[in-house]
């Protein structure tokens, strides 16, 4: 039976470079929350937080769903990050080095599950995603909030 996660990144930094952190929300198809957390990732620009978000988005819901069901589950990570969605799509080329590195991290992270799909969001249906990353950054560390 293959099931819908719906996974709300965000990533962004104080500076580009400066203190970068992720928060991400891991929904199931209706968009109830199950899981979200927010993570200080140490320097980075906010593009690099984007893709940091997303890969560890990926990492986390396989290990929440474990391997065998990831394998039949489908993915929608719904970033408001336009140029990492568009990269992602195939729209945009990587041209950054560093990127780069995190496009393929992201791509073999993809290929647990059956299907991975990226969508961009308007920043305003991110808030959750958002508040995580900001309180990552406040030192309000709340790395792993069960919802369920």
Known sequence: MEELFI???DGGS???PGPAAIGVVICD?????LKSYGEKIGIATNNEA????????????????GAES????????RADSELM??????QYKVREERLRLLFVEVWNAMQDFKE??????????NALADKMLNDALDGNDQKTQTLF
């Open 7 to 9: 996974i709300h990144t």
């Open 14 to 16: 104080r500076g580009n």
């Open 29 to 33: 198809a209706k968009e109830n929350p």
């Open 50 to 65: 984007e893709y940091q978000a997303a890969i560890s988005a990926l990492k986390k819901t396989k290990q929440l769903l």
């Open 70 to 77: 990831a394998k039949r589950a489908s993915i929608e990570v």
């Open 85 to 90: 969605v568009r990269q992602m799509n195939g």
């Open 116 to 125: 991975v799909r990226f969508k961009h969001i308007p920043r305003e249906q």
